[in-house]
């Protein structure tokens, strides 16, 4: 397939053309239009499923010239989501808790920019950067301090939208130092154990008393990966960190299951357990893997990780979508998210597989939003499940919000730097080096 046109000023290029384009951008303006009388009654907070996860739509809504209203709109659901930081007990993960908030804040503030609001944004997020060194400081169990969701994973990626600020900085030296102390270490590298504690379902706990080690981007060794490459890329702290990295890698590569199209990833480790491949995600399975090597690849300057990295992902792109496990369209674990992520790597490296899987997801997307659609005027809050709609209400990772921005990433120029929660890019910084 020919290369997407570049955007005009951040480098970002639109994936889908002609009616295709016109498809996706209506249903993103159907998807705001339905969610607009729903968003002031949303009274969760967070990033992943609430009012700063909404925040960060209208935001990009706004960016792009779509929606009515939509930079007033996200500056009134951030400040819902602060005030709730204020009224609501939330806790310290950076999807569920106050960090994600903080970490949407500084990513509206820095878009939409020059309003009222700037100053009280910034003194919020210095609040946040005390009260998170001050969590990573004290001293407690992290059964998985290696969880993008919400172990000390999540809180380096809001640490790293906030530097260069010293406060960012001490924020990713504790975080390496837990990702150092917690790590383990076999014959094939480094790696991270997730306790029993740290498994949210209980009845994998159950199935697991010893724990396991996950190979997922969500809560395992994958995440742990692509954050580690981000702070290569920083300048952060890079001989604690490239050691760490570098055996991470390794022992990562080593878990692959050799099949007959090629090697590809379970879902996790464990004794007595027989790998299988797992199903094809962000969340887990080879899509998820392959981005977090090639951003490790790309932040440590390791070419052989980079090809890996789209060797994986094209493997992915090439399986027959029966065979994906792709059952919703959300994006933590469906068709929105399949398509962003091969997406993100098709901007990066102009592979046609990677292009073509892209529009299938995205395709595959929109089939299902149309289905959903003829429910009634407030489709898109639908939630997941037979006969109900392929996503869980107006969320980031599981909703119709995620399912949007995905949808104007492919179909307009506007750089989608919302994707940094998931570990598909990063900002370009200058991290503090030391220690």
């Given at each position: 397939m020919p290369p997407p046109v570049v955007?005009?000023?951040?480098?970002?290029?639109?994936?889908?053309?002609?009616?295709?384009?016109?498809?996706?951008?209506?249903?993103?303006?159907?998807?705001?239009?339905?969610?607009?009388?729903?968003?002031?009654?949303?009274?969760?907070?967070?990033?992943?499923?609430?009012?700063?996860?909404?925040?960060?739509?209208?935001?990009?809504?706004?960016?792009?010239?779509?929606?009515?209203?939509?930079?007033?709109?996200?500056?009134?659901?951030?400040?819902?989501?602060?005030?709730?930081?204020?009224?609501?007990?939330?806790?310290?993960?950076?999807?569920?808790?106050?960090?994600?908030?903080?970490?949407?804040?500084?990513?509206?503030?820095?878009?939409?920019?020059?309003?009222?609001?700037?100053?009280?944004v910034t003194v919020e997020n210095e609040v946040v950067d005390d009260a998170v060194v001050h969590l990573l400081s004290q001293p407690r169990e992290w059964p998985a301090p290696h969880d993008l969701v919400v172990g000390a994973t999540g809180l380096g990626v809001y640490a790293l939208e906030r530097c260069p600020r010293p406060s960012a900085a001490e924020?990713?030296?504790?975080?390496?130092?837990?990702?150092?102390?917690?790590?383990?270490?076999?014959?094939?590298?480094?790696?991270?154990?997730?306790?029993?504690?740290?498994?949210?379902?209980?009845?994998?706990?159950?199935?697991?008393?010893?724990?396991?080690?996950?190979?997922g981007m969500a809560h395992g060794v994958p995440g742990a990966i692509a954050l580690l490459g981000a702070l290569c890329s920083a300048g952060v702290a890079p001989?604690?960190?490239?050691?760490?990295?570098?055996?991470?890698?390794?022992?990562?590569?080593?878990?692959?299951?050799?099949?007959?199209?090629?090697?590809?990833?379970?879902?996790?480790?464990?004794?007595?357990?027989?790998?299988?491949?797992?199903?094809?995600?962000?969340?887990?399975?080879?899509?998820?893997?392959?981005?977090?090597?090639?951003?490790?690849?790309?932040?440590?300057?390791?070419?052989?990780?980079?090809?890996?990295?789209?060797?994986?992902?094209?493997?992915a792109a090439e399986r027959p979508p029966a065979e994906t496990g792709v059952d919703s369209a959300c994006f933590c674990h469906g068709s929105a998210g399949l398509g962003h992520l091969y997406n993100r790597l098709y901007q990066a490296t102009g592979e046609p597989r990677l292009g073509r899987a892209a529009v299938h997801w995205l395709e595959r997307t929109l089939e299902w939003c149309d289905s959903a659609r003829d429910d009634g005027p407030q489709w898109a809050a639908g939630s997941a499940g037979p006969g109900r709609g392929p996503w869980s209400g107006l969320e980031l990772t599981r909703g119709a919000v995620g399912i949007a921005l995905a949808l104007l990433a492919a179909a307009t120029p506007v750089a989608p730097c919302w994707d940094r929660m998931f570990l598909l890019s990063a900002p370009h910084v200058s991290g503090a080096h030391g220690r």
């Open positions: 955007g005009p000023a951040s480098g970002w290029r639109p994936l889908l053309s002609g009616s295709t384009r016109l498809r996706a951008l209506r249903t993103v303006d159907a998807i705001a239009e339905s969610i607009a009388p729903l968003a002031p009654g949303e009274r969760d907070p967070s990033l992943a499923g609430g009012q700063a996860g909404l925040a960060v739509l209208y935001a990009w809504l706004a960016e792009a010239g779509r929606t009515p209203q939509a930079r007033d709109l996200a500056w009134q659901c951030l400040d819902r989501a602060i005030e709730g930081m204020a009224t609501d007990a939330l806790g310290s993960s950076f999807w569920e808790g106050f960090p994600g908030i903080a970490w949407a804040a500084e990513l509206v503030d820095r878009l939409l920019g020059d309003d009222a609001e700037d100053g009280a924020c990713l030296y504790l975080v390496v130092d837990l990702l150092e102390d917690s790590a383990q270490q076999d014959e094939h590298g480094i790696y991270w154990w997730t306790r029993p504690a740290g498994i949210r379902q209980l009845e994998d706990r159950e199935e697991y008393p010893s724990g396991r080690a996950d190979l001989a604690r960190v490239r050691p760490l990295l570098e055996g991470a890698v390794r022992w990562l590569l080593a878990q692959a299951v050799v099949t007959e199209s090629g090697p590809t990833f379970p879902i996790w480790v464990a004794p007595g357990l027989d790998p299988v491949p797992a199903r094809c995600a962000w969340c887990y399975g080879d899509p998820g893997v392959a981005a977090a090597l090639w951003t490790a690849g790309h932040g440590a300057g390791e070419p052989a990780w980079v090809a890996e990295a789209v060797a994986l992902a094209c493997r």
